[in-house]
């Protein structure tokens, strides 16, 4: 073995690790809870004992990421769920009680979790550890095994995982794939027992028609645009601090960022201000600030100017939020688009950068009906304390979580599935949410000695006759 493996960037080694992986998963389908937590121990260590060297190959990655924010986004909500799941571990393993019904007693039932086997997880750039570890706890918990396919915007955060992968796991544990896009298509295309990818809803389609040939079932962690929605009488400088505290991280670059904002119209001038303050309170000197990320890559960068052309182009208001924007460095200031069309690029793609489109509202419902006939986003941040109002909008309103009163912490709660719903993904994973999407509940019935089944054999009469009116009755 190499003293610094590579990520695997060809077909044929792609291939190799996949029979390699899939082989060991039918040797050994039902890994025992010391095993399963000696992986999950692997993982802990992992992370742990190389947090500086993951945390420079994602700065290298971004041109500059908040070393702050990746121990706070990508370790600590990682080493959380491993802990979680290995805490909880043995008592998920267990056998499921469920009843019988009353013409088959004193026979029992049962669900047993059982390993899928070989599953196949396609992570993002964004957070290039969290999204890559988090997946593998639920699927090591379940007692798989997995090929890792990273994101070729993060090669060096793929390679630093490549190596480290190979000093706590065997070749047919773990697999981390590199290469490019057509490598990841091949990737889709292999028959896994499971897939779960994280990433955008257009390349969502992609991942599930690929898996479709196989009949894989799949796990699409995608996007959308995610709101945050101001009740009336909410105050306004809290919203806006929480709201742009969401948005800064990872300079916008989250899936479950507010994508937009929607405020009661006398609050605007309210808002702007306290956004104008907040940020340069938070963010002084943006340009060599340590705490601001850098937009991943220029590609992204041009992305995100283009759809701040169009939109002032449209007749949209900009209100950068500071002054300290720096193209060569790739350091985005965070900014407000007033009156927003739908029209415009930026109400039609999700941004996935610190850009924050605000509209304004005169009553609730036209908030409400602007949400309902859109996509159904992957995220909904509601400001109120109202209750019978929280309520009315928990029920009248589909999104994939929902924070109240903050942003993003709905995904760090272990106890809570973490999913999209429709063009914001499909499937849960998270704690036992994850351990489940990646085993098979088989149910078992156990037949007891004494039974009434052979009431019902042939030869067929009235005996018979009687028990059917019983039955349908």
């Not at 077909?11 to 082989?23: K, N, S, Y």
């Not at 095994?145 to 390679?159: G, I, Q, V």
């Not at 001038?269 to 990320?293: C, E, K, M, Q, W």
Request: aromatic letters at 8%; glycine letters at 6%; hydrophobic letters at 45%.
């Amino acid at each position: 073995m190499p003293d610094h493996p590579s990520p695997i960037a060809t077909p044929e080694g792609l291939q190799a690790a996949f029979d390699r992986t899939h082989a060991a998963s039918r040797r050994d389908m039902m890994p025992p809870l010391a095993e399963r937590r000696r992986r999950l121990d692997a993982l802990e260590a992992l992370l742990q004992d190389h947090r500086d060297r993951l945390a420079d190959a994602v700065a290298a990655d971004f041109g500059h990421r908040s070393r702050h924010e990746t121990r706070l986004l990508e370790f600590f909500p990682t080493l959380e769920g491993i802990r979680h799941a290995r805490r909880h571990l043995q008592r998920w393993m267990a056998p499921r009680r469920r009843p019988v019904a009353l013409w088959f007693q004193p026979g029992r039932a049962e669900l047993r979790p059982q390993p899928l086997g070989c599953v196949g997880i396609i992570s993002p750039w964004n957070y290039p550890i969290y999204l890559a570890a988090g997946p593998l706890t639920a699927a090591f918990a379940a007692g798989n095994r997995a090929l890792l396919k990273m994101s070729e915007f993060t090669p060096a955060t793929a390679a630093t995982v490549a190596d480290l992968v190979s000093r706590y796991f065997s070749a047919d544990e773990l697999a981390v794939v590199g290469g490019d896009q057509a490598l990841a298509a091949a990737f889709a295309a292999l028959p896994f027992d499971h897939l779960l990818f994280t990433g955008s809803t257009a390349v969502g389609r992609q991942v599930m028609q690929a898996a479709a040939a196989n009949l894989t079932p799949v796990t699409l962690e995608l996007g959308g645009k995610s709101p945050a929605l101001v009740a009336p009488d909410y105050p306004v400088a809290a919203a806006a601090a929480r709201i742009l505290a969401g948005k800064c991280l990872n300079a916008g670059q989250t899936c479950i960022a507010p994508d937009y904002v929607l405020l009661p119209a006398a609050a605007l001038p309210a808002f702007i201000d306290a956004a104008r303050h907040l940020v340069g309170t938070r963010y002084p000197d943006l340009a060599a600030n340590p705490d601001y990320s850098a937009i991943v890559n220029e590609r992204h960068w041009k992305r995100l100017n283009a759809l701040l052309d169009d939109a002032r182009a449209r007749g949209a208001e900009i209100v950068p939020l500071s002054a300290g924007g720096d193209a060569e460095r790739r350091r985005l200031p965070p900014t407000l688009i007033l009156d927003p069309r739908d029209d415009m690029r930026v109400m039609q793609e999700e941004i996935f950068g610190p850009l924050l489109p605000v509209l304004t509202y005169r009553r609730l419902d036209e908030a409400l009906a602007y949400i309902n006939r859109h996509d159904r986003p992957l995220a909904l941040y509601l400001f109120d304390r109202d209750r019978a109002r929280i309520r009315r909008v928990l029920d009248t309103t589909m999104a994939g979580g929902i924070t109240i009163n903050d942003t993003i912490l709905h995904i760090a709660q272990d106890e809570l599935p973490f999913g999209g719903v429709g063009p914001s993904g499909m499937g849960h994973y998270h704690g036992r949410a994850g351990f489940d999407a990646f085993s098979k509940l088989k149910p078992v019935f156990h037949q007891s000695r004494l039974n009434a089944m052979r009431l019902f054999d042939p030869p067929y009469g009235a005996r018979f006759d009687r028990l059917l009116k019983v039955l349908l009755r």
